[in-house]
C-alpha cells in the first residue's frame, strides 16, 4: 500500500539547519506530487513547499522563502526540504503528503486538500 515517511526533524538552535526526507513506497514516485506542509500547536496545517516533477517549478510560503529549498530524487523515490537560517516560528510538525500528478493544478500544490495520502509527520522544534 502506499506510504509516506518522514524523517530528519529534531531540536535545533535558532539559525540552524535540518534536512527532512520524505520516503515514499508502493506507488510510482514519479507520477506523484509530493508536497511538504507543517502545523504548530493551535494552528492550521499549511503548505510550506512543492515541486513540479514536470518542469520542475517551486512554491514557497513567504514565511520560507530564501532559507527552504525542496528537492526531490525519482530514482530513490525521496524528496527533500533543506531548512536553512531557522526561526522559533518554525517550529511545527512537518508532513508531505502525496497527490496523482493528474489530479493537481501546481497552482494549488499549497493547499492540503489537494492531497490524499500523508506522513505521519516529523517533529521540527527551534529553540535556543
Known amino acids: 500500500h502506499l506510504q509516506l515517511v518522514e524523517s530528519g526533524g529534531g531540536l535545533v538552535q535558532p539559525g540552524g539547519s535540518l534536512r527532512l526526507s520524505c520516503t515514499a513506497s508502493?506507488?510510482?514516485?514519479?507520477?506523484?506530487?509530493i508536497g511538504w506542509f507543517r502545523q504548530a500547536p493551535g494552528k492550521a496545517r499549511e503548505g510550506v513547499s512543492c515541486?513540479?516533477?514536470?518542469?520542475?517549478?517551486?512554491y514557497y510560503a513567504d514565511s520560507v522563502k530564501g532559507r527552504f529549498t525542496i528537492s526531490r530524487d525519482n530514482a530513490k523515490n525521496t524528496e527533500y526540504l533543506q531548512m536553512n537560517n531557522l526561526k522559533p516560528e518554525d517550529t511545527a510538525v512537518y508532513y508531505c503528503?502525496?497527490?496523482?500528478?493528474?489530479?493537481?493544478?501546481?497552482?494549488?500544490?499549497?493547499?492540503?486538500?489537494?492531497?490524499?495520502?500523508w506522513g505521519q509527520g516529523t517533529q521540527v522544534a527551534v529553540s535556543s
Open positions: 508502493g506507488f510510482t514516485f514519479d507520477n506523484y506530487a
Open positions: 515541486i513540479s516533477s514536470s518542469d520542475g517549478s517551486t
Open positions: 503528503a502525496a497527490v496523482r500528478l493528474d489530479l493537481l493544478l501546481f497552482r494549488l500544490c499549497k493547499i492540503p486538500e489537494q492531497y490524499d495520502y
